[in-house]
Every structure is written in C-alpha cells, then in structure tokens.
C-alpha cells in the first residue's frame, strides 16, 4: 500500500531556532501533500495544503512567514517552522494523496507524525 | 461551517465487548464520510468510508452507515480485540475552492483488556 514517512519522528529544540521536518511517500509519487497540527486531546487541523512545483495554500490563521513548506518534487515536501517558540510545540502531521489510487476518494495516505518541544 | 463531534473518550472495554463512537456532522451539500484509525506509533489509516447516504462502510469486522437524517455516522464492531486498541478519528471531506480538504473530530481512544 501506499507509504508516508516523517522525519524526524521527535525533535526537540531551544527557542528561536528552526526546525526541518521531511515528508516523503515512498512508493507513489503525490501531486498534493497536506500538513496538519494536532493538540493533545483536539483533533486535526490542517494548516496548509502543497502541490509540487507550486506555493502552499495556507488556511486562515496560519503564518506562512513562520511555516515554511517547501514541494519541490512529487516524493518530497517539507515544513519548516522558523524562530520556533514553546508554543510551536506540538504534533505535527503530513498526508499526501496520490491521484492514481485515490480515485473519487481521493484519499490521503498519513505520516507517522512528528512530535515538536521547543524549550 | 463543516464541523465534526465524535464523543468523548477514553472508552474501555474488555475483549468480545460490543463497540459503538458516536460520530456526527454539520455540513454543507453531501460530504464523504471517514472513519480513520491510529495505532500507537503509527499514522492515521483509513478504516471506512461512505460517500452518500445510506451507504454502509464496513472493514475488519467495523462498520458506519451513512445517516443523513440524523447527520450520523457511528463505528460500530460486534466483538472487540485487543488488537483494536487504537485511536479513532471521524472526518468529512468538504469541497469548496477547487480543493477537498479533510475535516478531523477529536478523536476517540479505545483500550480493550484482555
């Protein structure tokens, strides 16, 4: 089936710095990336949808200056959350969607996530 | 706007037990529906889904019919396993802009003992 990857699975970092995580599908090739947050006991907020070779389409709410997301091939899309602050941390979550299988569905395949602390 | 409330957990059960989250939606049109699971460690996975009313979606042994009555989509399973201790999301895809974005509930964690 179709596999998401995250990297790093957990990172912790001081205050101010940035922090990278990668994204990849490893067995399809996905037009459409999309990257969620997720508080502890709420529930999935998309922040920003990424489609290869074009800007992210950020949701309302969302810094794009503080979020950066990058999809600069159709295996790999990354977020980077810039001058990062305690209240950045959280449980990060990517998906992507692959336009060969989703079908009507268009379903989206998950990351394991990945778990920011900014001290 | 879209919205979806599944209920509160945690929910405990002993394995065999009958199981039932209660999933439902606020909506514009005719969303698709979703049942996602997350096993410890592991990304969501897509469990079921339904795209229209009075659709049943059913997999390992879980089922969720489409209620556009009562804007519902419950998870059901007959007899739980241990194996089944997990996190469960509901959601809806809604469409509008040109693109489909997911919409999650809370999630519902479910332990079951042996």
Known sequence: GAVVSQHPSRV????????????????FQATTMFWYRQFP???????????????ATYEQGV???????????????????????????SFYICSARDPWTSGRMN???????TRLTVL | ???????????????????TI?????????????????YPGEGLQLLLKATKADDKGS??????TYRKETTSFHLEKGSVQVSDSAVYFCALIRRGGGSEKLVFGKGTKLTVNP
């Open chain 1, 12 to 27: 912790i970092c001081k205050s101010g710095t940035s922090v990278k995580i990668e994204c990849r599908s490893l067995d």
């Open chain 1, 41 to 55: 006991k709420k529930s999935l907020m998309l922040m920003a949808t990424s489609n290869e070779g074009s800007k």
């Open chain 1, 63 to 89: 810094e794009k200056d503080k979020f950066l997301i990058n999809h600069a091939s159709l295996t790999l899309s990354t977020l980077t959350v810039t001058s990062a602050h305690p209240e950045d941390s």
């Open chain 1, 107 to 113: 379903e989206q395949f998950f990351g394991p996530g």
């Open chain 2, 1 to 19: 706007g879209n919205s979806v409330t599944q209920m509160e957990g945690p929910v405990t059960l002993s394995e065999e037990a009958f199981l």
């Open chain 2, 22 to 38: 209660n999933c439902t939606y606020t909506a514009t049109g005719y969303p698709s529906l979703f049942w996602y699971v997350q």
């Open chain 2, 59 to 64: 997999n390992k042994g879980f089922e969720a």
